[in-house]
């Protein structure tokens, strides 16, 4: 079976029209979240250390703020597209309403390649990223956050420039921000956890205790590295890992913490002594019982979702699942934790983080945990009812409840008529 379209931007307009319709809310509403309030397009030149300059694209993607600021990752990826970064501003939108954060939904990226470039090309590109968008971001306006291949250190060189910009400093302008800036406790880990959290409210539904569960996850960055500790401290026997060089498998289980020393030695997960190396496609389709896909993009397809045996997928990266392969683990009985919902504890603690920022008050680590436990319970608790209520997949739920409240924001404020 052949997909029809694995463009982001078109699969998440499908997925807005298709909620829209199915609340039966007005044309308005389809038409205002079908495409960003903004987008902006920067060229970024960089002087690089051997003297020449080059020239980066970069974007930023604002996509409806009716709920608040928007709110939304920063990548560093050489495949990062116009597109892409549309898509998943929207995603973000959704993301944020499904937790009932007062944010909307932003994103933006940068067309590179960080593993070619230096600490000081790095931060030159980073601050002439920040001096390209300074007009459109702020605190009250668009707060970013690290995503793929962005990092706290980043986060901070462009929070030291808009300070510069602004003569005076603005920490609560980014989140994931090193501790020293006004960071959050548990913010590295927070994306991890609440899709461990969400994993483990869906599993207990089914009637799966994660402890003694099987589990597959795909994409060892910083969320999937996280997952596999978190979700093995709940008992879980992680079988099978992979990185953007190959996965490994082990039916027996793998350490975490062996897994952890030999990534750092050896930057990748292959060559793991005891395990055999697979492929990606051979990961997602192995025997288990709960599937995380925490890499990138349309991983779960068409052209593989039939062969996918695992009971529950809890989608730690963002557009995992295609709409045709999201549709063939529906027939097959598979229960899809989707992104919006299984991903947002990254958002929900930058929420925090901000929140922080602006009391200049700072939780523990503890503190950070629970609350977000909380958050994340709540939130699966209401799309898994509607889920239920309804007979539609989670990801329909996820979606409707997320747009039902942006909508609801709208039409207070008169945005639609």
């Known amino acids: 079976m052949v997909e029809t379209s694995l463009n982001p931007f078109r699969i998440a307009q499908g997925q807005v029209r298709q909620a829209c319709e199915a609340l039966d809310l007005e044309p308005a509403v389809y038409e205002i979240l079908k495409q960003p309030v903004r987008f902006l397009e920067v060229a970024i030149p960089v002087r690089m250390d051997d003297g020449s300059v080059r020239v980066f694209t970069g974007y930023r993607s604002q996509h409806n703020d009716a709920v608040g600021a928007t709110k939304g990752g920063l990548r560093f990826h050489p495949k990062v597209t116009a597109d892409e970064v549309r898509a998943l501003s929207m995603w973000m939108t959704f993301k944020c309403a499904v937790l009932g954060l007062p944010f909307g939904g932003a994103k933006?990226?940068?067309?590179?390649?960080?593993?070619?470039?230096?600490?000081?090309?790095?931060?030159?590109?980073?601050?002439?990223?920040?001096?390209?968008?300074?007009?459109?971001?702020?605190?009250?306006?668009?707060?970013?956050?690290?995503?793929?291949?962005?990092?706290?250190?980043?986060?901070?060189?462009?929070?030291?420039?808009?300070?510069?910009?602004?003569?005076?400093?603005?920490?609560?302008?980014?989140?994931?921000?090193?501790?020293?800036?006004?960071?959050?406790?548990?913010?590295?880990?927070?994306?991890?956890?609440?899709?461990?959290?969400?994993?483990?409210?869906?599993?207990r539904r089914l009637g799966l205790e994660l402890a003694g569960a099987t589990v597959a996850?795909?994409?060892?960055?910083?969320?999937?590295?996280?997952?596999?500790?978190?979700?093995?401290?709940?008992?879980?026997?992680?079988?099978?890992?992979?990185?953007?060089?190959?996965?490994?498998?082990?039916?027996?289980?793998?350490?975490?913490?062996?897994?952890?020393?030999?990534?750092r030695r050896t930057a990748s997960v292959r060559g793991l002594p005891g395990t055999r190396e697979i492929s990606n496609d051979e990961l997602l389709t192995l025997p288990c019982d709960v599937l995380v896909p925490a890499a990138l993009e349309n991983q779960i397809t068409g052209a593989n979702a039939g062969r996918v045996k695992a009971k529950l997928v809890a989608e730690a990266a963002n557009g995992p699942t295609t709409p045709e392969a999201d549709e063939i683990l529906h027939q097959k009985g598979v229960l899809v934790v989707p992104d919006i919902l299984a991903n947002a504890g990254g958002v929900t603690v930058s929420y925090f983080e901000w929140v922080q920022n602006l009391m200049s008050y700072y939780w523990t680590a503890e503190e950070v945990n629970q609350r977000l436990e909380q958050h994340m319970v709540k939130a699966f608790g209401a799309v898994w009812d509607l889920h239920r209520e309804k007979n539609i997949k989670m990801r329909d739920?996820?979606?409707?409840?997320?747009?039902?409240?942006?909508?609801?924001?709208?039409?207070?404020?008169?945005?639609?008529?």
């Open 108 to 203: 933006g990226g940068i067309s590179c390649n960080p593993k070619e470039l230096s600490e000081g090309e790095l931060e030159r590109l980073s601050r002439n990223y920040i001096h390209a968008i300074s007009q459109l971001i702020g605190p009250e306006k668009d707060v970013p956050a690290p995503d793929v291949y962005t990092n706290p250190q980043i986060m901070a060189w462009m929070v030291d420039e808009f300070s510069r910009l602004r003569e005076h400093n603005s920490f609560g302008l980014m989140t994931g921000k090193p501790l020293i800036l006004g960071g959050s406790e548990g913010r590295g880990e927070a994306t991890a956890r609440g899709c461990v959290v969400t994993a483990a409210e869906a599993a």
């Open 217 to 263: 996850v795909q994409g060892y960055g910083n969320a999937g590295s996280v997952a596999v500790r978190l979700i093995h401290q709940r008992g879980a026997r992680v079988i099978a890992v992979s990185d953007s060089q190959g996965g490994i498998h082990r039916p027996e289980g793998i350490d975490p913490g062996i897994l952890e020393e030999h990534k």
């Open 397 to 417: 739920a996820a979606f409707r409840v997320a747009v039902r409240r942006v909508a609801d924001a709208m039409r207070v404020r008169g945005w639609l008529h």
